[in-house]
């Protein structure tokens, strides 16, 4: 069986080269001609650990093979992964014009049995379009199967977790298709549920609404630890001891980014509107994750004593570590907000940068934490690469002009730092 992927972002290229790796023959089709290019040169287009020696090794194996020739791609393949893009439109929806095209080009290019795998991220219901739009494309009435088989990795760690699932969701109402995706992860040892599609679409999105609602539930709390003086990561450590409560996704911090957190609670939301029903918790998560930055930016600003005219460093700019990602990340929101408040900004990251247009006269970015540091009165961390747990705090305290750090992940020790002499504050973490 070979397998095609069609949409190589993280998701298509992460599946891809788990296929690759588990012994199948993979193809990854993209409409953008450069990423298929650097891909078959053993380049990605995009910061994710591991996964580029693995893709030069399958090239190696020819494992894995990409073009952009759509047709030829869909006559050799019987396997079809959608992993394309399903951003957000203007009104919360999700936009699902690229899993259209896709479906309609197979649909209209098919000339034997496909089974279509739908991966992306897709409203509650959408499998059943997409066998509509393949159906009304088709010249001929060629058989097919439309499974949903949602993808749960996380950026940063997306091989890992791609090998090692938690759990694999089909949503199939075929027991071929099922046959085939049964054999198809065989080799992977994690629980299987087999459901049906629009149940599958549905853990999907209550997966990751439920993931958000316990960070801004801790984000919500870490402000009142704030002005109780009460340590809120203290708080989850305790909590997360009862296993039903469980230790993970209690990190406080200037809130959650990325590109499906925010997308997929908007999305779900505007589904619940689309049926007349109300999901007030989730619009509250979302509210909360909104203002979260906000409220400890005005925390901060009466602990520096202002940021007008203040030189301030933001450490870290990609929404989590180990990506370079900066979808929906929180770096930018406060970059905006400190720019508002008429802050001198200069940026740092490991491996993200900032884009032209946020480049300004009173906006810089450096390639080292030292120079990001010179004369600075404050540092914001925004997200918690190693580089700046490990870095030598003793020796930048000496860069610095006033030594503020707003720590926006608690990720640094603030007891150590202060014997450094540095102003330490964190997230409710007093
Ligand atoms: N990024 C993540 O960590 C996760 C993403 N997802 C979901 O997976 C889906 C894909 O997400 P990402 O990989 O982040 O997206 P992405 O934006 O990184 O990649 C999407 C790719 O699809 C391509 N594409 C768009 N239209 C196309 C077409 N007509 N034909 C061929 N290729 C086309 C784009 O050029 C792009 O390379 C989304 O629905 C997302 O919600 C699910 C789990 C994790
Ligand atoms: O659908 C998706 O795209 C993916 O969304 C998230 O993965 P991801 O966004 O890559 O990264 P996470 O590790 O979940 O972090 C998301 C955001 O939450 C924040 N976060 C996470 C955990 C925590 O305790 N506190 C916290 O603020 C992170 O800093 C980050 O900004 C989910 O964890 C994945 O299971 C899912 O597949």
Redesign the pocket.
Known sequence: MNILI???????VTTGLVFAELGWKVTG????AN?MKSLSEGRLSFYEPGLDSLLRKHLLTTNIQFTTDVEGAIHDNSIIFL????PSDQDGSADLR?VR??SERIGSTMKDYKLIVV???VPIGTNANVTQWVKASQTDSYPFDVVSNP?????GS?LHDSLHPDRIIIGSTSEHATQVMKALYAQMNAPLLITKPKTAEMIKYASNAFLATKISYINELSRLCESLEVNVTEVAKGMGLDHRIGPHFLRAGIGYGG??FP??SKALLYTAKENNMELSILEKVTQVNETQSRHFLDVWEGQLGGFTQKTVAILGLSFKPDTDDLREAPSISILHQLMEKQAIVRVHDPVAKLPASLLAERVSQFDTVEETLQQCDAVILCSEWETYIRADWAHLRNVMNAGYIFDGRNMLNGEQLATLGYHYYGIGNR
């Open positions: 069609i949409g190589m972002g993280y998701v298509g089709l993209d409409t953008d990423k992993c394309v893009g399903t690229a095209i896709v991966k992306s991220t993808e749960f990795l996380r950026e997306a590109s499906c997308k997929d």
